[in-house]
């Protein structure tokens, strides 16, 4: 099941992102959400935690939320399921690699080499 996230989702999730250190409440989250009912905020933390993209944790009567992984656990799992899904994986991953800048190539190069040194 591809683990993507709908606008709104989306939104949430970035709210939750952009404060790693803490939990919020859902009266926290959609007051950084104006356009969003508090209610409709709440379906949406609940479907993200069905989704185990979001720890719910209790506080007496409050729910407070944070990210189950952060946005850069999330956005390497969604580019792994899609390589998995290639027919041809190694034609994917020469596409992107003739897509990334100079610098990007040097951190790629770079975590190639660390991987490769824990590897040994």
Do not use: C
Request: without cysteine; aromatic residues 4%; positive net charge.
């Amino acid at each position: 099941m591809r683990m993507g996230l709908g606008q709104l989702e989306r939104r949430v999730m970035d709210v939750l992102w952009d404060a790693p250190d803490r939990s919020l409440s859902g009266r926290e989250i959609a007051d950084r959400l104006p356009d969003r009912a508090y209610t409709t905020v709440l379906t949406i933390l609940e479907r993200l935690r069905r989704k185990k993209l979001v720890e719910r944790s209790s506080e007496g009567r409050v729910h407070t939320f944070r990210a189950g992984a952060s946005r850069e656990s999330y956005l390497t799992s969604l580019m792994l399921e899609d390589l998995g899904s290639a027919v041809d994986r190694n034609a994917v991953l020469v596409r992107f690699a003739q897509t990334v800048s100079p610098e990007e190539a040097s951190i790629l190069r770079q975590a190639l080499d660390a991987s490769r040194r824990r590897a040994q």
